[in-house]
Structure formats: C-alpha cells, structure tokens
C-alpha cells in the first residue's frame, strides 16, 4: 500500500516561513492536498491538487510537488495557522492520508 | 450553504454495531461522492469508505473490509456507515466528506463536525 511520510512537528517564528514536507514514492504523479485542523474541529481544506487554494484560504499558503516530495508553504506565519496539517493523495483506489505534522508558530 | 451533520455516535461494548448517519444539505447531494473518515483520540486522519454519487462504487480501507458497510440514501440527502465487530480500535470520531468532484478522486471539500464512538467494556 501507499505510504505518505511526514515531519511530526514544524515550528516557525512569527512572520516567517514554514514548510511542512509529504513524501511519497513518485508523489509527483500525483494530485496532493492538503487539510488544517485545528484542536476540536473537523479538518479544512487548505490546498488541493498540489497548489489550488479553495476559496477563503489566503495567498500566502501555497503548494508544490515534484518527484517524491510535495510541499505546503505557509508564509508569513500567524498565531492562527498553529494547528496540524494532513496531506493526502489518491493511490490504488484508496484516499491515504499522511500522519500529520503539528505546526507551532513561536 | 453546504452542511454535513452526522449522527449515531455512542458507546458500544466490543463485539457490537453501531449505524452512523451523516445529513447532508445546502447542494445536491446525489451529484458527488462521499466517504467516511475517522481519527482516533489523539491519532492522525484515517479514510474508512468512499461511495459514489450514485451508490454503484465503492472503496474501503483494508482495516474496515467485512466489518463496515457504506451505503448512501440519495432521496433522503443522507450516508451511512454500518458498524460491525466493533473493538476498542475503532474508538474515534467519525467525519463524513464530500468530494469535491464526483469526476476524479480528489479533495474533501466539505465535513462535518464528527460523531464520537466510543467502544468499550
């Protein structure tokens, strides 16, 4: 089955950039997207298919995919992005979805 | 507006079932696909099941095959989730999602709030 690898945690100061990693075998073929969730809520979508922002989500988050990595950016990092994000891919005829990375802005 | 309500969650002791709901509202639901979602206390996401708009596909998570049943209502806007053979593995909030296009397998646009099961002795 298909694995998706993630940095548990990413912390970044306030005001800069941070970017949490996806890794996949050929990740690149693939569609990725990406979900914000925060403590207690459901999960949002934040990216999808590798760098389309849904409406509401701000420029400043952004998405890449290349080879076996894709990447979310969240640029100049605010108090309200500290929350855990999830990337998730299609493979198989299976959604697979990341561990996760717990992003903490200081 | 797009709502997605579930309902169902309980405590159950192991061995048991449960049937979890989710309403759906706000867009036609029998255009897009759905699926089912959980995530244990403290765990990360775990996709369960997907259905397509009209039923006549669907997809399960290894971890779930002959135990869990999706199944879709489109005259009532509503999904499923039959539950059997529960163990206290399966404790988790469950999240219904909308697929964004019925066309392609692709993002979750919409969830709902969850409903908490919880299975124990």
């Known amino acids: 089955s298909y694995e998706l690898t993630q940095p548990l945690s990413v912390s970044v100061a306030l005001g800069q950039t941070a970017r949490i990693t996806c890794g996949g075998n050929n990740i690149g073929s693939k569609d990725v997207h990406w979900y914000q969730q925060k403590p207690g809520q459901a999960p949002v979508l934040v990216i999808y298919?590798?760098?389309n922002r849904p409406s509401g989500i701000p420029e400043r988050v952004s998405g890449s995919n290349s080879g076996n990595t894709a990447t979310l950016i969240i640029s100049r990092a605010q108090d309200g992005d500290e929350a855990d994000y999830y990337c998730?891919?299609?493979?198989?005829?299976?959604?697979?979805f990341g561990p996760g990375t717990k992003v903490t802005v200081l | 507006e797009v709502q997605l309500v579930e309902s169902g969650g309980d405590w159950v002791q192991p061995g048991g079932s449960l049937r979890l709901s989710c309403a759906a509202s706000?867009?036609?639901?029998?255009?897009?696909?759905m699926n089912w979602v959980r995530q244990a206390p403290g765990k990360g996401l775990e996709w369960l099941s997907y259905?397509?708009?009209?039923?006549?596909?669907?997809y399960n998570a290894d971890s779930v095959k002959g135990r869990f049943t999706i199944s879709r209502d489109n005259a009532k806007n509503s999904l499923y989730l039959q539950m059997n053979s529960l163990t206290a593995e399966d404790t988790a909030v469950y999240y219904c999602?909308?697929?964004?296009?019925?066309?392609?397998?692709?993002?979750?646009?919409?969830w709902g709030q969850g409903t908490l099961v919880t299975v124990s002795s």
């Open positions: 706000g867009f036609t639901f029998s255009y897009y696909s």
């Open positions: 999602a909308r697929d964004s296009d019925s066309s392609c397998y692709c993002e979750f646009d919409y």
């Open positions: 998730q891919v299609w493979d198989s005829n299976t959604y697979v």
């Open positions: 298919r590798d760098n």
């Open positions: 259905i397509s708009s009209s039923g006549a596909t669907i």
